[in-house]
């Protein structure tokens, strides 16, 4: 047998597959549909529906929470029946449905009448994009063979650089098309993208790595284990631990997978405190920012909407420079929990400078919208170092088969956050609280507790992934 590598090792382990532009380019175009149709949603509830801004909050709270709930349907159809592709090309055609549907809602004539076709879009658009959220991401590691492992840092920045290159134009495009042509056709345009997706995705059927449902493979999901070894734990042998007892039913690597399933839980249920500040940006910090004078850049007129593509246009700069630049630099100080723990600490510093500019706006101070340029380099700088490592860390430490399950729980933390918001404004609010200086205060102080809180948890966690724990990319 020969020592030297085979030509396919040498030649391609370094290489990113040809099919990964496939999904790069779907995952564009789907997050331009969907990011431009939310960027209406503050100015739309409240301006031609008369809602209050502390309603405008909760609608758009309730849908962004039901987007990230659905994964738990997408990834129970991916894991257990159709396997990740057919679960991303058939749920999109529900959510091309929902972009429809609200498109067609300026024909409607009444407010009722629009309110509906409101509610019904956005379901329609939660599903489809909830239910294909946790499979896409997960789809882009099974393209990648086992010796290709240390390109997935670099795939992950890649992929959420796509997600903020599509976003950007969708923030600047959509509230253009809605001044010039109408709520009709700027509704219109994102659908128009998410069919482009949908069609840019299929295209790449034939280059797919397609990793067959738990369903094919008999393995056992998570919930099958747990409750065997809840079930068994009376009947537990001395010194055999909580997962032990499930090893008479299921193999080593089924209870494996869902043994990892429990620690990275733990390090998910202090995020939803950064969700619910950074998905304030499509609300109340767009309506903050209404109450504003728009300023000009380049000769184009930069309007409360469109400041939202200021967090993609500093995502593009900072994923690469953060990701090529500074991680390899400092090694061991660039672990995933503590890059994460660092994101968590920026989003409450990111609310305490909104918190002061909502403070002099109260005052009667006449204020450019170009200060709220601050606070989004804060949050965005905060996202990269949390959200990018969470989508490497949820993958690299979950059980094979457990990934795409892994993905719906990290998934289902922006639920949980945007679930707060949608309360806390409910009950505290009196009409037009959720846009207060000691509103966003109270959010800072939150998150704050929670930064030290996840802080403890991180010390505590070890690592399954001997890469993650070194800070270098996974092998």
């Given at each position: 047998m020969s020592s030297h590598p085979t030509p396919h090792t040498d030649r391609s382990r370094d290489r990113f597959p040809l099919q990964i532009k496939y999904i790069v380019g779907n995952e564009a175009c789907e997050r331009f549909s969907y990011y431009g149709?939310?960027?209406?949603?503050?100015?739309?509830?409240?301006?031609?529906?008369?809602?209050?801004?502390?309603?405008?909050?909760?609608?758009?709270?309730?849908?962004?929470?039901?987007?990230?709930?659905?994964?738990?349907?997408?990834?129970?159809?991916?894991?257990?029946?159709?396997?990740?592709?057919?679960?991303?090309?058939?749920?999109?055609?529900?959510?091309?449905?929902?972009?429809?549907?609200?498109?067609?809602?300026?024909?409607?004539?009444?407010?009722?009448?629009?309110?509906?076709?409101?509610?019904?879009?956005?379901?329609?658009?939660?599903?489809?994009?909830?239910?294909?959220?946790?499979?896409?991401?997960?789809?882009?590691?099974?393209?990648?063979?086992?010796?290709?492992?240390?390109?997935?840092?670099?795939?992950?920045?890649?992929?959420?650089?796509?997600?903020?290159?599509?976003?950007?134009?969708?923030?600047?495009?959509?509230?253009?098309?809605?001044?010039?042509?109408?709520?009709?056709?700027?509704?219109?345009?994102?659908?128009?993208?998410?069919?482009?997706?949908?069609?840019?995705?299929?295209?790449?059927?034939?280059?797919?790595?397609?990793?067959?449902?738990?369903?094919?493979?008999?393995?056992?999901?998570?919930?099958?284990?747990?409750?065997?070894?809840?079930?068994?734990?009376?009947?537990?042998?001395?010194?055999?631990?909580?997962?032990?007892?499930?090893?008479d039913r299921f193999s080593a690597e089924e209870v494996e997978a869902a043994a990892s399933v429990g620690p990275i839980l733990g390090v998910f249920a202090m995020i939803p405190a950064f969700w619910a500040l950074y998905d304030q940006s499509t609300s109340t910090w767009v309506l903050q920012g209404s109450q504003m004078e728009r300023f000009t850049l380049w000769g184009f007129e930069v309007t409360a909407e469109m400041m939202q593509s200021a967090n993609p246009a500093l995502v593009m700069i900072l994923v690469p420079l953060l990701t090529l630049g500074l991680y390899p630099r400092v090694g061991r100080l660039a672990t995933p929990l503590r890059r994460m723990g660092a994101g968590l600490v920026l989003g409450a510093c990111s609310f305490l400078i909104v918190a002061w500019l909502q403070g002099r706006l109260d005052r009667g101070e006449t204020l450019s919208l170009a200060w709220q340029i601050l606070p989004y380099a804060v949050l965005t700088t905060g996202e990269v170092l949390l959200s990018t490592t969470g989508l490497e860390f949820a993958f690299t430490e979950a059980g094979k088969q457990m990934k795409s399950t892994i993905m719906s729980f990290w998934l289902l933390t922006v639920a949980a956050g945007n679930l707060v918001v949608a309360w806390i404004t409910r009950w505290l609010g009196t009409g037009d609280s959720a846009v207060t200086e000691s509103r966003f205060q109270m959010y800072a102080l939150l998150t704050f507790v929670v930064a030290g809180a996840f802080a403890v948890v991180a010390h505590f966690y070890r690592y399954r992934n001997p890469a993650n724990a070194r800070g270098t990319a996974p092998a």
């Open positions: 149709m939310r960027s209406l949603l503050a100015i739309y509830i409240t301006g031609v529906l008369g809602a209050t801004q502390d309603r405008a909050t909760e609608i758009i709270h309730y849908f962004i929470f039901a987007n990230y709930f659905t994964p738990l349907l997408g990834a129970w159809l991916s894991d257990r029946v159709w396997g990740r592709y057919h679960t991303i090309l058939w749920i999109s055609l529900f959510y091309c449905a929902g972009h429809g549907v609200l498109a067609m809602s300026d024909l409607a004539t009444s407010v009722d009448s629009k309110t509906w076709c409101l509610y019904i879009g956005l379901g329609l658009i939660a599903f489809g994009s909830g239910g294909i959220k946790p499979c896409v991401s997960a789809f882009v590691g099974d393209q990648f063979r086992a010796d290709q492992g240390h390109l997935l840092q670099k795939a992950y920045g890649a992929f959420y650089w796509s997600i903020n290159f599509g976003s950007f134009f969708s923030f600047i495009v959509v509230p253009w098309v809605k001044d010039h042509h109408g709520y009709g056709w700027a509704f219109g345009v994102p659908g128009i993208l998410m069919g482009i997706a949908t069609l840019i995705f299929w295209l790449g059927t034939r280059h797919y790595v397609m990793v067959p449902p738990a369903r094919q493979t008999r393995q056992a999901g998570f919930f099958a284990v747990f409750f065997h070894a809840l079930a068994q734990s009376s009947r537990r042998r001395p010194g055999q631990g909580f997962w032990g007892a499930a090893r």
